[in-house]
């Protein structure tokens, strides 16, 4: 029996149905970084703003890619969401949204997307956007997540990309500081990631999805939490040290670090109720204001 079928909403469809498939939060992050993408690649002492085709089509065609990528998640788990008290009420679970009008909503945001980024913006941003949307709806969903512990390690590349998509919006090309920023946000994945893990590790082994907390416990989590937030602090010294930003950045990026590292040691080394949560929306805030950081510093600091 589909998810759909057992789990019947009464209440009608409505276009907030089809917004909350799209994950809007998390679309969010994703399209503010790859916004920072884009001014950073802008050369400040030369104009002020990105080029406005970049800057409008690229922004529009980045979100339709990552909100149809997150209606293919929502297709996929749907009975695996209905388990989780996170997710069991989520649209396709719920029935409220059929399978196949989820699989049409996001073919359309898609093509859009593509159509929009290949002669809009530029043929490699299309392209690299389609393998974020691939990496992320397919090789992520339907089989790392439900083969391996690592999965949000070797998944994360998908959602790390998006300042690399701005940049290229810009610039055309793959910059090796534009790699710096997906680092980043690569190495920021499993540590804001495997918190949430943590506090919602019953869902999670309900569903018999194989995250970290579930197969290595909770202890082994928070000491690879600990290490990888040292790992992220050491890749965010790299933009200054290529010389890409400046001492604004390297002081902003050095206190997030020391800001976000101490809610990881709390989270390992003392029993504290609710701080597997807290350490999760601190990561959300360490990344919003390390990228605002990285904004300001560019336009700054050219001129100090």
């Not at 101490?262 to 360490?286: D, H, P, Q």
């Amino acid at each position: 029996m589909s998810a759909e079928t057992k789990y019947r909403n009464p209440r009608p469809i409505t276009w907030r149905d089809y917004y909350e498939l799209t994950k809007p939060k998390v679309v969010y992050l994703l399209v503010f970084t790859a916004v920072v993408g884009m001014f950073l690649a802008n050369d400040v002492t030369q104009n002020w703003f990105p080029p406005l085709n970049a800057l409008i089509f690229g922004t529009i065609g980045i979100a339709l890619a990552s909100g149809a990528a997150a209606v293919v998640n929502h297709v996929v788990d749907a009975r695996i969401d209905t388990m989780m008290a996170r997710t069991q009420q989520r649209p396709v679970a719920q029935g409220r949204v059929s399978s196949g009008k989820a699989i049409a909503f996001s073919a359309v945001l898609a093509t859009i997307a593509m159509v929009m980024l290949w002669f809009l913006v530029n043929p490699l941003t299309a392209i690299l956007t389609l393998g974020g949307l691939v990496g992320y709806a397919f090789i992520y969903t339907m089989f790392l997540k439900r083969a391996t512990p690592q999965n949000i390690v070797i998944g994360g590349l998908s959602g790390a990309i998006p300042p690399l998509l701005g940049w290229t919006s810009v610039t055309g090309s793959a910059d090796p500081h534009a790699w710096l920023l997906v680092l980043i946000i690569f190495t920021w994945t499993p540590p804001h990631f495997w918190a949430l893990s943590i506090h919602r590790i019953e869902d999670y082994a309900k569903a018999e999805i194989p995250m970290l907390p579930v197969t290595h416990g909770e202890d082994f989590t928070k000491t690879s939490i600990v290490l990888y937030t040292v790992l992220l602090i050491l890749s965010t010294l790299l933009p200054y040290l290529t010389h890409m930003s400046g001492i604004i950045y390297l002081i902003g990026a050095v206190a997030l670090g020391i800001w976000f590292l101490y809610y990881t040691m709390v989270l390992k080394y003392r029993e504290k109720e609710g701080i597997a949560m807290k350490t999760f929306g601190v990561s959300i805030g360490y990344l919003t204001i390390l990228f605002a950081v990285l904004l300001i510093d560019h336009y700054v600091d050219p001129f100090i």
